[in-house]
């Protein structure tokens, strides 16, 4: 009997350990795919049996990785062809909006697939379901479809998209909002009001334009789905791609996971003629990339001159991803590349600072390194991150459509001789690196305890059943206002109603001392 309960046991306890995993990333941005394949990749090189549904493929999967590769997806960016460094002027609320038709469209693009169609309509079984969440709402109720623990993961922290599903708090107060530029330190008068005022809005915008958008969609590709209300928020886990290292410290509920960091790999050796170029510069390296959304070749004339000129006159080497095969005035110090193996770039100890966009997964792999960085923020959370870095003591961050030389000679100079930049980079990347296991091994063990727990419901905070008025205690000031106003209404009677017996009392007695 015993030896029957031990053998049912290790039976589970196996099962558990490699599990069916269905992991889809709808964004067709690389940055995107480079933390969903690092995920799925990682997953399966810890025993589980993953698919992973995206734009991109990887030439050199491991073996219990199956790849959807929807390349069709890559449409969707060239529908709109767009010089993204003139998102920079963009006001912030033009930023979500634009989004909004992004979002519905990935998300639709991915389930109308035919190869996503197919694995819909095949027997396939999976042990939980991770989806990224950007935009893309209508993909809980896969979830749902496999009856499968639902795992969200959020590319960009603890942000208004997941808060939502999963009742997470984000005081206005003091967690600036992601497409603002504010910084919770110096959150002044101002700035918190307009953190209320965008949150509002960005809210309003999600409750009555997306999550309506999303429930059609989920509707049309999963017919006879219950509620899409309750499947939406049905969520078991939520994975973050942040640390508080990189960003604010801000509230989690206790099923949502940091693990910011788990696509950075150990350094691999440089291409030999990189090796040599970084080697051989006696004072340093700049390393200058937009990031992978951005083409460099677009950004104004102007700018490109004052950097070209400035960067000219410096007496490090200088590393410099560029889209075109040639650079027109290009200075002798300056190498440029259409690719750079830009983490081991910056693993080289000859880096001494990185030029960058700011986006979240460079921001991560500068902390990892610890190389400090001047960015040039141009939309989304990147002008957050470079607040953040300036905050941190780890970075600069300057306007790149206004810079002048002198501004970016003197910004330069003082981030590569004032050594408290350094330092400063050198203490994130310590905090980053300073948890009890790796990011990826956390994935790990709680994909597998909500799998064990039936999805964990334990972990969930009550808020997520509340409604808006109970959470937001309407009823309870309904309650007391009402009790108030109806109070001072009460007074008012009864005063009226003592005067007007003093003045009758008044009154008779007038009359009687008029009569004697
Ligand atoms: C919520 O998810 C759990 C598994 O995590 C599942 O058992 C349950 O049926 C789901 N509820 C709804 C309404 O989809």
Known sequence: MKLAALLLYSVILNSVYGLKLLIVFPVPAR?????????????A???????????????????????????????????????????????PFFQIFFLNGIGAMMTERVLEHPDTQKLLHSNEKFDAVIME?????????????????????????????VNNLVANPEPASYVPDLFLSTSSEEMAFTERAYNLIFGMVAQLNLYYLVYPKQKKIAEKYFPGIPDFEK???????????????????????PNMIDIGGYHVQPPKALPKDLQDFMDSAKEGIIYFSMGSNLVPSQMPIRTKNVILKVLGSRKEKVLWKWDEDQLENKPANVKISKWFPQQDILAHPNCKLFITHGGLLSTTETVTMGVPILAFPIFGDQKLNAKRAESLGFGKSLEFSSITEEELASTLKELLSNPKYKKNAKLRSQLLKDRPVKPIELADY??????RYG?????????????FYKYWF??????????FVLSIYVLGKLCKYRK????????KESSKKKRQ
């Not at 940055?31 to 997953?43: A, M, R, T």
């Not at 499947?231 to 509920?253: A, D, K, R, T, Y």
């Not at 709680?446 to 799998?451: A, E």
């Not at 309407?474 to 009790?483: E, H, P, Q, R, T």
């Open 133 to 161: 969440q950007f935009m893309s709402d209508a993909l809980t109720a896969l979830g749902h479809h496999f009856n499968a623990p639902l795992i969200v993961f959020s590319t960009l922290g603890a942000n208004r998209w």
């Open 500 to 507: 007007c017996k003093r003045a009758k009392k008044q009154l």
């Open 474 to 483: 309407l009823d309870v000031v309904a309650v007391f206002g009402g009790g």
């Open 455 to 467: 999805g964990a419901p334990h972990l969930r905070v009550a808020g997520i059943r509340l409604p």
């Open 45 to 91: 090189n810890l025993g589980h049996d993953v698919t992973f549904i995206a734009a991109f493929s990887e030439p050199n999967p491991p073996k219990t990785l199956k790849q959807i590769v929807l390349k069709e997806l890559g449409e969707v960016r060239d529908e709109q062809p767009r010089n993204m460094f003139e998102m920079a002027d963009i006001s």
């Open 446 to 451: 709680w994909i597998k305890y909500v799998v």
């Open 31 to 43: 940055s995107h795919y480079i933390l969903g394949n690092s995920l799925s990749k990682g997953l």
């Open 231 to 253: 499947i939406h928020s049905n969520v078991s886990l939520v994975l973050l791609n942040s640390h508080e290292s990189i960003g604010q410290p801000v509230p989690h509920v």
